[in-house]
């Protein structure tokens, strides 16, 4: 019995030695990455980024847009040449029409200066303008002008645009800058869940060539065992039959492991054929995050908040314009210069003529069947609605944070119950593949502890894709970095 037994132990050692060295094989060509990594990679890369930063900046430029709707406007206009030489019709004294030929040129230039009242809607202007006309049949030069001229355009009982825009386009900006945090945040949850897939794939790559070297250490036990007499050929066909098996799951693993690669590759923009290894992420559980912070911090942050004050606002503009389309529709307005005609441009300067312009444009529906009235029903309604809306959506809002943050705290607990798990089963498998070495377990019982700590740690994997996608899903929904204690922020 001693040389058999030692012969055990050998065998026994040998299968210790190749699980190990399987452990410790070093990857060639290899870029490892941690989780915080591939997070960076796609923020930086993704198509998803690059078009969240387009979407940014597209909404910058409609801002800008929108502020020098305020500032003062300055414009040079004219006419340079205006050359004519053709044959024009003219009307004789006795209504009879004559062509004449027409040989000249009438060039103007004007510089207008604008001023829009944000208060009332109104406009201020200002304007210069001098003309030029040469008559080359008769060789003779006039120059027309107005030196200056200033003025005012009101509308009365009319819808403020300016005064509406300036309540709702910064809603707008401000809403649009915190999407652009919240697109980057998605970024993150989208890109965990490819580093998981890869993660399991690559755990699932590893255990099944772990199982098929096992496996096959075991064999050449059992065969050794069934010479002897210790064993019977049912035991060994079970075994031939897990190799089998084992083998099929390296080819299955290998081939999800490079879909997988494929997959975060393509979303993170990385080129190359170098393998990627993952690192198995870490956890905190130092982390307390409580319903009423995450409320908070998502009620200050998020653009959903903002764009719930401004569906309201736009609502009630709705209403404002649908009646400021109705009943009386004025407009006021003035200017006031000096205007000159003369043969040289510094006599059109001297003693130049004062002129006044002062009108009033209305128009007051008589007889619209109910047609501005139903307008302005139908935009009351509207707003009734969209103020139901926003409350309903309120209340969604609130639940989806309190239903995460739960989950969040549940998935905090379950990691720590499956990676308990999955030390009991490591143990648990290293036990019982020593036992059946030495003859003191059934291949049976052998075969039930390889699946029990594969799943362990195919559940203790997919624990922490929960733990972490729940996390990334707080980042998102409050735009609070939780580990920093601070807002996020991009530039």
Known sequence: MQPLYKRYIFIFLQVLLLCVGAKAAPLTDTVRLTLQQVVELAKRNAIAAKQATTVRETKYWEWRT?????????????????????????????????????HNDNSSLALNFSQSLTATGGTIYGTTQLQRFDDFDRNSVLYNGVPYGIGFSQPLFQFNSLKWDKKIEPLKYNESKQAYIEAQEQISITVTGYFFDLLLAQVNQH????????????????????????????????????????KKAVGTALRDMEIAALN????????GTEKIALDVPSTFSDINVSADKVLAEAFENRSDAIAFVRRLAEARRDVAKAKGQSGLIATLSANIGFSNSAATIPDLYRSPQDQQVVQLQFSVPILDWGRSKSRTKTAEAIEQFTTYAVEQDKQTFKQQIITQVTLFNM????????????????????????????????????????????????DYVASLRDFWGAYYQLRYLSLYDFEKQQKITYK
């Open 264 to 271: 975060l590759r393509s979303y993170t923009g990385q080129e």
């Open 411 to 458: 998935m905090k607990e379950q990691l720590t119950l499956t990676a308990k798990a999955d030390s009991i089963a490591s143990e648990k498998y290293q036990i019982a593949r020593e036992r059946y070495v030495l003859g003191d377990l059934s291949i049976t019982d052998l075969s039930i502890a390889f699946k029990e700590n594969d799943q362990a740690k195919r």
């Open 66 to 102: 929108f502020k020098s709707n305020y500032q003062p406007q300055l414009a040079l206009s004219g006419t340079l040449p205006g050359y004519n030489k053709t044959y024009t019709q003219i009307v004789q004294p006795n209504g009879s029409i004559l062509f004449q030929p027409v």
């Open 207 to 246: 255990l099944a060539e772990l199982n098929l070297n096992n496996t096959n250490n075991i064999l050449r036990v059992a065969n050794l065992k069934f010479e002897l007499g210790k064993i019977s050929k049912n035991e060994i066909l079970q075994l031939q039959l897990e190799q089998l098996n084992a």
